[in-house]
C-alpha cells in the first residue's frame, strides 16, 4: 500500500521570505501526486497536482512543485510568503488518478510579520 | 452555494448514540467521497460513490459505519453505536468525474463524549 510523509508538522517562515515544504511518499510505481491547503474555517483546497510530463508543476497561489522519482519526492515551493499562506498543507498520492487519496500528516505553516 | 454542504457543522452525542452526517454535493458531481480526520492528522479515505453505488467502501473502519446515496446526489454517512474514537471531523468532497478535481466540503466535527 502507498503512503506519504511530511516530515515537518510545524514551519515558521517570515512574510516575504521563501517556502518549501517536503513530501515523500512509498510506491512501487509513480504515483499521481497532489499538495492541498487546508485554512481554518474552510474546507481543503487543491493547490496541484501532477500526473505526467514536466516534472516541475505550477499551482495556484503562486505555489510549484517538484517531482523527483530518484527521491521519491514531492517538495512544494513557494518564492515570497505572503501571510495569507499561514495554513495547514497536505500532501497526497493516489495510485489510480482518481480521488481515492491517501494524505501525509500534514504541515503547518506560521507566517511572522 | 455552488460548494459541497455538510451538515451538521457540529455533533456533539452521547458513547453508544446514532448520528447521521449529511452531505450536499456540487450540483451535476457524480463522484461522492467521504473522508475523516482525526485530530493532528491527515484524512482518512472512508467511502467512494460513483452515482448511487458504493464503488469502493474499503476506508470504513468496521461494520458500524454505513453511508447511503439514494438518489446519487446527497449521501449520509451513519455510524452506530458511537464510541469516542470515533470523533474526529468528517469531510465530504464531489468530483464531476472520478478523475477530475475533488471539492472539498468544510466538514462535521463529531465529538463523542
Known amino acids: 500500500a502507498q503512503s506519504v510523509t511530511q516530515p515537518d508538522i510545524h514551519i515558521t517562515v517570515s512574510e516575504g521570505a521563501s517556502l518549501e515544504l517536503r513530501c515523500n511518499y512509498s510506491?512501487?510505481?509513480?504515483?499521481?501526486l497532489f499538495w492541498y491547503v487546508q485554512s481554518p474555517g474552510q474546507g481543503l483546497q487543491l493547490l496541484l497536482k501532477y500526473f505526467s510530463g514536466d516534472t516541475l508543476v505550477q499551482g495556484i497561489k503562486g505555489f510549484e512543485a517538484e517531482f523527483k522519482r530518484s527521491q521519491s519526492s514531492f517538495n512544494l515551493r513557494k518564492p515570497s510568503v505572503h501571510w495569507s499562506d499561514a495554513a495547514e498543507y497536505f500532501c497526497a498520492v493516489d495510485v489510480a488518478a482518481g480521488n481515492k487519496l491517501t494524505f501525509g500528516g500534514g504541515t503547518r505553516v506560521l507566517v511572522k510579520p | 452555494g455552488a460548494g459541497v454542504s455538510q451538515t451538521p457543522s457540529n455533533k456533539v452525542t452521547e458513547k453508544g448514540k446514532y448520528v447521521e452526517l449529511r452531505c450536499d454535493p456540487i450540483?451535476?458531481?457524480?463522484?461522492l467521497y467521504w473522508y475523516r480526520q482525526s485530530l493532528g492528522q491527515g484524512p482518512e479515505f472512508l467511502i467512494y460513490f460513483q452515482g448511487t453505488g458504493a464503488a469502493d467502501d474499503s476506508g470504513l473502519p468496521n461494520d458500524r459505519f454505513f453511508a447511503v446515496r439514494p438518489e446519487g446526489s446527497v449521501s449520509t454517512l451513519k455510524i452506530q453505536r458511537t464510541e469516542r474514537g470515533d470523533s474526529a471531523v468528517y469531510l465530504c468532497?464531489?468530483?464531476?468525474?472520478?478523475?477530475?478535481?475533488?471539492?472539498f466540503g468544510q466538514g462535521t466535527r463529531l465529538t463523542v463524549v
Open positions: 510506491y512501487g510505481a509513480t504515483p499521481y
Open positions: 450540483s451535476g458531481h457524480t463522484a
Open positions: 468532497a464531489s468530483s464531476r468525474t472520478e478523475y477530475t478535481e475533488a471539492f
